[in-house]
């Protein structure tokens, strides 16, 4: 019998798990059908060009996911459910944080992490848990109610869980296990039809709306699928043409005339979805949640360190003017600070060092037994070398906060007089039970072998990198 590799099953986990959201939220399906016509008509824009973030067969592809979990418990299985299709936890974001509101939960994102793996099917999920142990949002009797309820759950079958565990050891699946693993992982993420506990959703609801999805209820769900577009501003104005009710702006980097840095994300609003609801008196009627929406992202360029402390800084200046200036729009304060400030183009990013590049000799390089020079900077000017920018493949915790916020129906509540309870990455891989790799580290791993391997070809060992 034919066996499945990892990225085999991520590939199929993405479009069974696209598939199901669609047929739950089909507002989700005119984001991927409007979504794949932007993508069309920038290629047919640009050529080439529009491929230079990755190829049109992966951004097709291309998607993430959001889910809540809430114990260390639940993350360390949802990471060896995704640990099977060659998912790894990479970046810690702070949530409780990054947001004015209350959203109470630290995150992970689950992804390839080589580029081959990349390449093939960049599929990666942004996880959340839920933090009940934080005294700003739960008091010492909610928290231990909260504990009790979620320790009583199982969001994962053993089976499911026996059956990724051997794709991991095994780096692949028979066909027929395949086919069991994929079937149970995409029904873990369904929208379950059991009956809410209306009085117990309602009263974590009220302290914030991310911890009632996820400790009100008795399982997980997909919170939201997001396709990639290549031009992010035309979906926007597309969308809102066919009457879909969008949140107020693109988060992260502004649209200017530079180039694509990071990631931009748009979202529509969430929509109420009927769900059975039981009453005190165990009676059930039907009522409706708001919490799942669509989403859409832009890829760009990844930022180095550097680059992505620039980044920062010119958002909170971005705020600080808007925030003395009530009449012009957000969007103009920040493209005019953008491009003050941020190198307008990959040669600046790269002799500035704010962004990544991998490097790959050229085929025209002179071969006249010229000696190449030895900085990558001139091998780049004069023709000996490439420079292609690498895509940024992670999360923003800002933005991920402002499309956790928009989503919400009340501010919910914190109380900021309380310490906040700690947590970092080293928590995170503890609970885990595995490290939470750095997203930097990659990105300039991969910078530094291909400087390498330039080097070793150009006989520059040791000048590079
Ligand atoms: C996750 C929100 C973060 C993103 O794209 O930044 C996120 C959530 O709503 O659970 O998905
Ligand atoms: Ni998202």
Known sequence: MSTISQWQLRAAFAVRLSEMYGQEVPAYTTLVDVSRE??????RAQGADAERLGSIGRVTAERHGAIRVGTPRELHEVARVFAALGMHPVGFYDLREAAASAVPVVSTAFRPIDGEELARNPFRVFTSMLTPADPRFFDADLRSRLEAFLAGRELFPPELLALAD??????????????????????????????VDKAWYETLERISAVAA?????????????????????????????RGIEMIDTIQGPPAWKGPDLLLRQTSFRALAEPR??????????????????????????????????????????????????STAARGDIARAVWERHMPGSEQELAAEGLAYFTYRLADER???????????????EHGWVHAEPIVYEDFLPRSAAGIFQSNLSGEGTRDNDQQGTAYDAVWLSGALGREVLDPFALYERQQNRSLAHVAHELDLTGALG
């Open 213 to 241: 999805d996820i400790g009100g209820v008795r399982s997980t769900h997909i919170n939201h699928l997001t396709p990639r577009v290549l031009d992010i501003d035309e979906l926007y104005r597309r969308m809102t043409d």
């Open 38 to 43: 932007v993508n069309e008509d920038v290629l």
């Open 276 to 325: 059975a609801m039981r009453l005190a008196d165990g009676s059930v009627e039907s009522g409706a949640l708001r919490v799942r929406f669509g989403e859409v992202e832009a890829r760009g360029i990844a930022l180095t360190r550097e680059g992505r402390a620039l980044y920062d800084e010119l958002l909170s200046h971005i705020d600080e003017q808007a925030s003395r200036n």
């Open 166 to 195: 051997r794709a991991e050891a095994d780096r692949e699946l028979p066909e027929d296990e395949a086919e069991r693993f994929l079937q149970l992982a995409v029904a873990a993420f369904e929208l379950s039809s059991e009956p």
């Open 366 to 380: 002179p071969r006249d037994g010229s000696k190449p020079p030895t900085s990558i900077g001139e091998l780049v």
